[in-house]
């Protein structure tokens, strides 16, 4: 009995010292947070916009998207209670000044990839800018596996990517003018444009003869992209939260309207 005493007395010694380093490890982690979390709060990131969105031809509206970003980053800073403060840099310097830590963090059309995701965080996107699916004005179909066939610009890289019927057959145009042409005049079934471009054209010329029938079908867009350090990990962490919160509370869609930009996700719905 005696010996049976000393174990249970020796395990309820190791007991209670796991549980004690539990606790300081805790209260440790407690600290170390709240003075990360204070470091943050205190913190002013830079984030920096090329205010001609090269490679994007956002077809004149670069005033209009660059008043839209500084009043989402501005609503995004507030919601998460940290400084964000936006600088315009010459596209040529963009990533440059970024890998040498002028600023956490820029606006860019750059996409991830499996090389650079090794060196950059990149956000949910702020704004898509992805293909979309243009038809005639009447046509019924929806889809690209509907179509007979469905012109692309020469050199698409998604074509990989976009799912099509077998027996759709992909035509290549090195001039989209030609294939908005072709499509307006019923040569081709369909053709696939980034949604800037689409939205340029149908709301243009081609307002009477052609329409966008599906939302961006990859996820290119306009993205916060930071370096993959503390302060990057941090400023993307706090970024896409409060992009999420944005969205849910309606903020987002208000200032896409305030700033007449088309909501590439939505806009290809009929109204209610």
């Known amino acids: 009995m005696n010996k049976i005493k000393r174990l249970l007395l020796v395990k309820s010694k190791y007991l209670a010292i796991g549980f004690?380093?539990?606790?300081?490890?805790?209260?440790?982690?407690?600290?170390?947070?709240?003075?990360?979390?204070?470091?943050?709060?205190?913190?002013?990131f830079l984030i920096a916009i090329?205010?001609?969105?090269?490679?994007?031809?956002?077809?004149?509206?670069?005033?209009?998207?660059?008043?839209f970003i500084s009043e989402l980053i501005a609503k995004i800073a507030k919601e998460e209670e940290i400084k964000i403060?936006?600088?315009?840099?010459?596209?040529?310097?963009?990533?440059?000044?970024?890998?040498k830590g002028f600023y956490e963090g820029v606006i860019s059309p750059l996409s991830p990839n499996v090389i650079n995701e090794k060196k950059y965080i990149f956000s949910e996107p702020v704004y898509f800018v992805g293909p979309v699916l243009i038809v005639p004005l009447h046509s019924k179909a929806t889809k690209i596996s509907e179509l007979h066939n469905v012109g692309v610009k020469t050199g698409f890289s998604g074509i990989f990517t976009i799912s099509g019927s077998p027996m759709t057959q992909i035509l290549t145009y090195n001039d989209m003018n030609m294939a908005l042409n072709d499509l307006a005049r019923g040569?081709?079934?369909?053709?696939?444009?980034?949604?800037?471009?689409?939205?340029?054209?149908?709301?243009?010329?081609?307002?009477d003869k052609l329409k966008v029938v599906t939302s961006p079908l990859t996820n290119e867009g306009l993205r916060l992209v930071t370096l993959n350090n503390f302060f990057g990990q941090e400023l993307e962490k706090h970024f896409d939260k409060g992009l999420l919160q944005t969205k849910k509370e309606g903020y987002y869609q208000n200032l896409l309207k305030k700033w007449e930009l088309v909501d590439p996700e939505k806009a290809y719905l009929p109204p209610m």
């Open 50 to 67: 090329d205010k001609s969105w090269a490679p994007l031809d956002l077809h004149g509206q670069e005033q209009y998207m660059q008043g």
């Open 20 to 44: 004690g380093l539990l606790v300081l490890i805790l209260i440790l982690w407690f600290f170390v947070y709240k003075e990360k979390e204070e470091t943050i709060k205190g913190y002013q």
């Open 85 to 99: 403060q936006l600088v315009t840099v010459p596209s040529s310097q963009l990533f440059d000044n970024l890998e």
């Open 187 to 207: 040569k081709i079934d369909g053709l696939i444009m980034g949604s800037v471009d689409a939205y340029a054209n149908i709301q243009g010329y081609y307002r």
